[in-house]
T-cell receptor
């Protein structure tokens, strides 16, 4: 069974503060993704990576940075957290490309006050 | 760009009755991969079924769907709803490119009542 873990599982941050969400996978997958989930918007891709030390912008990258220091680890960074970034964040991983299943982590509930 | 449309945001069903969730997509690519993901309350999304073969029925855990490229559709069906089918269902599209990106629909929240 594929394993993707996220930390923290929940976080309360202050507006303007820095937030780092971490993701770790033990699947030996090349591809990793960060999504945010909001009611009415579904899952939207923020950043993704298909190799260590390289990240790509997804569909809604503004206000977020990503870091992939190794194949196993992928972080999402909010340099200046804003109220609009309150959401549930999911990390996922997959083998290579194309029609491969993505395996999701348990999610991080972020509340920005 | 690519897009996925799920017309029903909220669906309430009676146990034992059939389920059909609509999914249509738009893409310029001729060989897309289509997926259905299911997310139960307080859990993460997981794959329910997927397809890339035109007009071929795909089945898993009592659900089935057929990719119809002529109508750009990938509707999810089940003959008899169960209480445990209450969940959020996402249709998603991948165009098979290098990125592996999935484009998700907005999701359909299904509630099955007895």
């Amino acid at each position: 069974e594929a394993a993707v873990t996220q930390s923290p599982r929940s976080k309360v941050a202050v507006t303007g503060g820095k937030v780092t969400l971490s993701c770790h996978q033990t699947n030996n997958h090349d591809y990793m993704y960060w999504y945010r989930q909001d009611t009415g918007h579904g899952l939207r891709l923020i950043h993704y990576s298909y190799v260590a030390d390289s990240t790509e912008k997804g569909d809604i990258p503004d206000g977020y940075k990503a870091s992939r220091p190794s194949q196993e680890n992928f972080s999402l960074i909010l340099e200046l957290a804003s109220l609009s970034q309150t959401a549930v964040y999911f990390c996922a991983s997959s083998l290579s490309w194309g029609g491969r299943e993505q395996y999701f982590g348990p999610g991080t509930r972020l509340t920005v006050l | 760009g690519d897009s996925v449309t799920q017309t029903e945001g909220l669906v309430t069903l009676t146990e034992g009755l059939p389920v059909m969730l609509n999914c249509t997509y738009q893409t310029i690519y001729s060989n897309p991969f289509l997926f259905w993901y299911v997310q139960h309350l307080n859990e993460s999304p997981r794959l329910l079924l997927k397809s890339f073969t035109d007009n071929k029925r795909t089945e898993h855990q009592g659900f089935h769907a057929t990719l119809h490229k002529s109508s750009s559709s990938f509707h999810l069906q089940k003959s008899s709803a169960q209480l445990s089918d209450s969940a959020l269902y996402y249709c998603a599209l991948n165009t098979g490119g290098l990125s592996g990106k999935l484009t998700f629909g907005e999701g359909t929240q299904v509630t099955v009542i007895s």
